[in-house]
């Protein structure tokens, strides 16, 4: 299969508008992304409303796209740059790969891109939870799984309840798994989940992947060691200068 990457990026940021423009180590977060993920999938574009930072990526070597301004998740972005791009670009599936990570590793795509066989239609990658304050952290969704690595459900909750178990110490006592927000697609699957309308699980838990479950598809998982550093805000920006040194 071929695979491009689309990184999905937007100006507008509650928490820090402009993000993708910021500099770290000198360098704009989003040329972290982009040239991180290059190391993996040779074809990489970032899909942007903003010419601000359209423009940034071209002046460092970069691809880009125009996309809309009214998309509501980096999914609906990828999909209508999925749909533009195929036009002249030839490609089989997706990986969307966030435009506020700035550390993705070239291993964890990888790891993506070997999800897919005949049956695979969607993957994204989930990371061991080894302490109690990650487990009960509603901002770190986690995912339960079937005997073939494949998602049974995602919640801001920890699941499965261990019954019989102080909750501080649930972790000693199942294996629980953190989800990994960076998805692969088929690009006609792509196509079809941002069709979907909004399910009652997705707008109860605001997890957008549990649409596609509610609707019957499979998401397989792999396993990463490595923890996703996002940029949310500022003081995230300053945590990442550090990782530098």
Known sequence: MKFIVIIPARFQSTRFPGKPLALLGG?????WVYENSARAI???WVATDDERIHDAVVS?????VFTHSTHKS??????????????????DAVINVQGDEPFVRAEQLEQLRSCFDAETKIATLIREIDNADELFNPNRPKVVLDNNNYALYFSRSPVPYVRGEKEGKWHLYHQF?????MYAYTKEV???ITGLAPGKLEKAE??????????????KTAVTNFQSIGIDTPADLQTAELLLK
């Not at 360098?27 to 040329?31: A, C, D, S, T």
């Not at 460092?60 to 880009?64: L, M, R, V």
């Not at 980096?74 to 490609?91: H, S, Y």
């Not at 605001?206 to 998401?219: D, T």
């Open 177 to 181: 798994w953190s989800h990994i927000g």
């Open 60 to 64: 460092f070597g970069g691809k880009a």
């Open 27 to 31: 360098k704009p977060v989003i040329q």
């Open 74 to 91: 980096g999914t609906d972005r990828c999909a209508e740059a999925a749909k533009l791009l195929e036009q002249n670009v030839n490609f």
């Open 42 to 44: 040779e074809d990489v």
């Open 190 to 192: 792509l196509q079809k």
């Open 206 to 219: 605001s997890l957008e992947q549990l649409r596609w479950l509610e609707n019957g598809y499979s998401i």
